[in-house]
């Protein structure tokens, strides 16, 4: 039986793979654009929000990013990056989430001057606001923010020190985001080293447009916790949907040791990682055990809020219990002290009435 939207938005939430460059207000980029004269294919939120979403779902590449491109245009300043941080808490708030950890690179916002710790600085403002204009409309959240690095640039050395630097305060982890294949953890050797050396947490975007051997870079060389998305690890398991899968090294590490699988049902299936909501590995990886957690990744981009993937893994056979299973499990990879993972874990518990 599908839950309704009713009960879902009900249930708390915890998202860990949320980009703030992905999931701003359609009428708040139309607004912050019109002012700096840059133009977007539609000034109508509504038009703007379909046609992003459309873009996403074309399975181009390219028309996808395009999206980002625009929102990135706009988040140059402090005073707009601190108001797409605010609302971006206030909005996941509304949606029924208790504990978000918001992503960005911060290398994608000095092109108006700022320098990097300004830009992390403007987001934490942000997020502070954010979280006490939703506790004045009756919905407590708590919010992070995790740094990423990009990839395909040559910063990470630099984003990796702007983390250690601002850790627990503005920054509780480390990420590389951006064009996955042909751009390995390998090649971020120095900063991931830098990291462990320092303690700081990594999470890293794997097994979305690279396979398992990307994967494989991410927990071994990236020392990674967590990982971005994760699905393709499914490709070093003969068998999956047998009786008997057999499971690879990479697999069987992220399985024994429990490495939370940011997964992103809709997105995953808009880059190509998925074929379907209703066929997406992730099914089977969680009922081998492996801890898959459930994200939005970008919400105007894709066109989604966890409420919307609740509904769609609820009408993919997922049972509140399920649901329910995957939160926990994203509320424990939390990156919060431990006594604040076990309060959210226990929040988690008892807004799903689940006796364990
Ligand atoms: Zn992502």
């Known amino acids: ?29 139309i607004e912050l654009a019109a002012a ?18 459309e873009n996403a779902n074309s399975g181009d590449l390219v028309r996808y990013l395009e999206a980002f491109a625009h929102t990135t245009a706009v988040m140059q300043t402090a005073e707009n990056l601190t108001r797409v941080a605010r609302e971006a808490v206030v909005d996941l708030a509304a949606d029924g989430v208790v504990y978000a950890e918001l992503r960005y690179a911060p290398e994608q916002h000095v092109a108006g001057g700022l320098s990097l710790q300004e830009v992390v600085e403007a987001v934490q403002s942000g997020i502070e606001e954010g979280v006490a204009e939703a506790l004045e409309a009756g919905r407590a959240i708590r919010a992070a923010a995790i740094l990423d690095a990009m990839r395909h640039l040559d910063r990470s050395v630099e984003i990796a020190q702007l983390a250690i630097a601002n850790r627990g305060t503005c920054c509780v982890a480390f990420d590389i985001a951006g064009p996955e294949a042909g751009f390995r953890p390998s090649l971020h050797r120095e ?27 991410a927990l071994g060389l990236g020392s990674a916790r967590r990982l971005g998305h994760g699905v393709r690890i499914h490709e070093d398991i003969e068998g999956l949907d047998t009786d008997e899968p057999a499971l690879g090294i990479i697999a069987r590490h992220a399985l024994d040791q429990q490495i939370p699988l940011e997964c992103c049902p809709t997105s995953n299936v808009q880059t190509g990682a998925a074929p379907s909501v ?15 957690t459930v994200n939005t990744d970008n919400r105007l981009v894709s066109g989604v809020s ?15 219990e399920d649901l329910f299973e995957a939160t926990l499990a994203a509320a424990w990879a939390a990156f919060l002290p431990y006594d604040e ?15 364990l």
Do not use: C, N
């Not at 998202?15 to 009428?27: C, E, K, T």
């Not at 993972?341 to 006796?355: K, M, N, P, Q, T």
């Open 1 to 29: 039986m599908t839950l309704t939207s009713d009960e879902i938005l009900a249930l708390p939430k915890v998202v860990l793979h949320d980009h703030l460059d992905g999931g701003l207000r359609p009428s708040t980029l």
């Open 36 to 53: 700096i004269g840059h133009e977007l294919p539609s000034t109508d939120p509504d038009e703007l929000g379909r046609i992003f979403a």
């Open 191 to 217: 900063a991931f080293q830098i990291l462990r050396e320092a303690h700081m947490p990594v999470t890293i975007h794997a097994g979305e447009a690279d396979g398992a051997e990307s994967v494989g870079e």
């Open 278 to 292: 209703a066929e997406h590995p992730m099914h089977a990886l969680r009922d081998l055990g492996f801890a898959v």
């Open 306 to 320: 966890m409420s919307s993937e609740f509904a769609a893994l609820s009408e993919a056979g997922w049972t509140v």
């Open 341 to 355: 993972r076990a309060d959210l874990a226990e929040l988690v518990i008892e807004g799903y009435g689940i006796d």
